[in-house]
């Protein structure tokens, strides 16, 4: 069973990985046709076909039922809303194929009356609330006839709103639609359209397109996520890209706090970051007043990035680490962070936290030794963030993530992504993620995938000499082409 929203996101991920809509959408309505020709007998079919994709699933199908069937098309709007399914209309002139428009409302009755099998590829998945008309006056016509077979496309129209289609047959592709069953949805038919196993398993632009949280025209600073980094002391470059990193992936604050030795250089790379320097040149317990007055500000923290592992500054880490689940925050753990951690592991069980370690980094945290088996990977990686109840993004040639429930895996990278400060700024990107209210597993999806389509885009100009401040500067196109 598969969630409307993921529904979208496999759409979108199969174009990216070489299997464009139009594609679907000829399979999807061959399948169709397919079925009715196969199992329903009839000669006579109509079609209520709206002006989205489901109603191009529609056309397609009445393209190959009227090979063998008389058919009848009643287009449900004025304009047809996205091209493939204009293109798949266009079609339809060459074929027997009769249509009505919505301006032929007065026909709908003697229609029902001069067809067998009723086909409603009216609405797709998503809908809520209340169904307007046309469909209302449809669906309760539709729903009215006696001695009709109705079959709906991918689902019922109207489903999940105050009124829908009750079909006898549901054609559905990929997977069942998340909620339809037999009561609601009639016998369930799966078509399989040929979707890539990678749109189903693999990030793609299909997550960021559905779940990142576009601004409302209306919001003000700080409405779209703060985050505070903590980072730096003999590293002072790290904290600088996660923050900058944040920035360009659209937070609206960034908070830098890091060791006394590191504020000025950090300052420089950017007036957009906020820092405050600390009170000595390593991260220590003393720290811990100053960083609680900036978490109060802030939705989500990014801890690790150039932080070294002097002994005052792993028992700091600890203590802040406890100090943000305290306080319900959302929490990135990174780079020189993972260690410490690794030895009290219990501070982080059951916490909005996400770690992001490399295969090394992943023995400090949990004491496996990771092989190069994928699957062996996989079932590892899911096993621990399911025991301690966190989110893992384990880096890697196919990087992994999970929450304990899920995975989905990455391969959207370059050789040239070895550069130091990658990672810092992936851990940018996911805690900019976090503090816009994202839930962990879709934030590590999106990172996963922003991050490396903008690695391959300063690859594409840099080649084998990119930066990691390239891959930055990447980030908001690579933002604008996707959303």
Known sequence: MISRKEVKVVDKNSEYFGVPTSKLMENAGKGIAEFVISNLKSKNILLFCGTGNNGGDGFVAARHLSEKCRVTIFLTGKEIRTKIAQDNFNKLKKTSVKIYTHDHLDKIDSLLVENDVIIDSMLG???????????????????????????????????????????????????????????????????????????????????????YPRPKKQSHKGDNGSVLVIGGGPYVGAPALSGMAALGTGVDLVFIATPKRCWQPITSFSPSLIVTALESDCLTSADIPIIEEILDRCDAAIIGPGLGFLKETKVAIIKIVELVIDKNKQLVIDADAIRPVGEQLGIIENSQTVVTPHAGEFKELTGISLSQDIDGRIKIVKEWAEKLGITIFLKGDVDILSDGREVKLNKIHNEAMTVGGT??????????????GVEPFNALRIAAFLNGEAGNEAFNKKSYGLLATDIIEEIPGVLKRYL
Request: proline residues 5%.
């Open 125 to 211: 998945v998503g809908l809520t609330g209340v169904l307007r008309e046309p469909y209302y006056t449809i669906v309760n016509k539709i729903n009215s006839q006696k001695n009709k077979t109705v079959v709906s496309v991918d689902i019922p129209a109207g489903f999940g709103t105050n009124l829908a289609i009750r079909p006898d047959y549901t054609i559905t592709f990929h997977d069942i639609k998340e909620g339809m069953n037999e009561g609601n949805s009639g016998d369930i038919h799966i078509v399989d359209i040929n979707i890539p196993i990678e749109a189903v398993d693999y990030v793609g632009p299909g997550e960021l397109y559905v779940y």
């Open 423 to 436: 990672g810092d700024v992936l851990a940018g990107i996911i805690g900019a993620l976090l503090s816009k």
